[in-house]
């Protein structure tokens, strides 16, 4: 497969129209090849666009050698998040009513640690009208589940006992707005959830009222602590925070770009904006990019990746991911590669604790890809399909 670089640095410079960031926090302290823990299964959500075949496939990984130990039975589970102690999986079920009421539900199972089986702890629904949840974060402590409700427009907390089971829905926010672009933004529509690097505050996008908000878990709910606007009609979706915290970067879906922001995470506040750049760009096909897509940053702090959709779906079109080098100190980021080939419907991403591999769902490709990652230059390569999937659409890596 080929590889292709971006633009130069004095183009890329020229396009960003940003201003230079303030001086950053300390220097991430990664883990050696020593002490960095193993994978040990993995678990990938799928689900066909009738939802007939649909559930969670779990995987038992052997150094490069990836083997189906499990199917189990979930209706559209648009996103996985691991325990803390790596001991249960939570899933969100992205569909519009339960048991004839208008509501989402979420799933806790537990994990077998020698066979990686799961078996289905509870099922529990969101609040009336939190319908086709998003996301969902489960709190440094393992206490509590938070989950981003697109439809209804709300922040859920679901406490978590010390079985794993979750409880009845605790905590509500319920979110108003919207945003100019009337297709996508008639109300607010929350996306994604993510705690700070303290654990005392979650992050949460907006994209239906450009708004990436700043809460506190205050026992079993969520209370507001900040709210900060985007830019009108820009649909924030994805972030990714910076190992140090002080830095939160987020793709704009809606008009295919990424803003920096800086942030205080001893208080808990999302400061100014410090760039904001298109993500538009030319692909191997021909094509543009038709909406941002997911983004995460390896575990050095030196590099952050970007998921890219041609704008046009055709059976010739690819999809990319950018790679780019953070500058270590200003946080500025330079565009280093575009990985086009053999990528289609980039659907999400994880990136492997030890840096040197990134795990990309390909809905068109029917499985998951493992793209080498050189930890010095950041650059993919060597891409190598590790498990066959129909129509993936979340993953998670537990470690062993």
Request: glycine share 12%; net charge neutral; aromatic share 6%.
């Amino acid at each position: 497969m080929k590889q292709r670089t971006l633009w130069s640095r004095r183009e890329f410079v020229q396009s960003m129209g940003c201003s230079s960031l303030a001086a950053v926090g300390p220097r991430v302290q990664w883990l050696t090849n020593s002490n960095r823990p193993k994978p040990g299964f993995a678990y990938v959500g799928f689900s066909s666009e009738d939802q007939r075949d649909t559930g969670i496939q779990a995987f038992a990984i052997r150094g490069e050698r990836w083997t189906s130990v499990q199917t189990v039975a979930s209706q559209h589970p648009t996103a996985l998040a691991l325990h803390p102690s790596q001991r249960f999986l939570y899933t969100v079920n992205e569909i519009e009513s339960y048991r004839g009421l208008p509501s989402g539900t979420v799933e806790a199972y537990g994990i077998d640690p020698d066979s990686g089986h799961l078996t289905l702890l509870n099922r529990q629904p969101l609040s009336l009208s939190g319908t086709l949840p998003r996301h969902l974060a489960v709190s440094p402590d393992g206490g509590n589940l938070v989950v981003a409700v697109h439809g209804g427009g709300a922040y859920n907390v679901l406490p978590i006992d010390a079985k794993g089971a979750l409880g009845k829905v605790s905590g509500i926010v319920k979110e108003i707005g919207s945003g100019p672009n009337e297709e996508h933004q008639d109300a607010a529509h929350p996306q994604m959830v993510i705690f700070d690097t303290t654990g005392r505050h979650l992050l949460g996008t907006d994209m239906g009222s450009d708004r990436v908000n700043v809460f506190t878990l205050t026992g079993d709910g969520l209370s507001v602590h900040g709210r900060s606007a985007t830019q009108p009609g820009s649909g924030p979706r994805h972030m990714a925070m910076h190992p140090t915290g002080h830095l939160l970067y987020v793709t704009n879906h809606l008009e295919a770009s990424i803003s920096c922001y800086g942030y205080d995470a001893a208080n808990g506040k999302l400061q100014d904006r410090l760039q904001h750049s298109s993500l538009s760009m030319p692909l191997a096909d021909g094509y543009g990019t038709r909406g941002a897509g997911s983004l995460l940053i390896h575990p050095s702090g030196h590099f952050l990746y970007t998921a890219h959709q041609s704008s046009t779906p055709s059976a010739s079109a690819s999809d990319g991911i950018a790679a780019w080098r953070i500058d270590s100190t200003t946080g500025a980021l330079t565009p280093i590669q575009l990985w086009t080939q053999g990528l289609r419907d980039t659907h999400a991403m994880t990136m492997l604790s030890d840096g040197e591999g990134l795990l990309v769902l390909s809905q068109r490709g029917d499985g998951v890809v493992r793209l080498r990652v050189d930890p010095a230059s950041g650059r993919l390569g060597e891409p190598r399909q590790v498990a066959r999937v129909s129509t993936p659409i979340s993953l998670a890596v537990k470690y062993v």
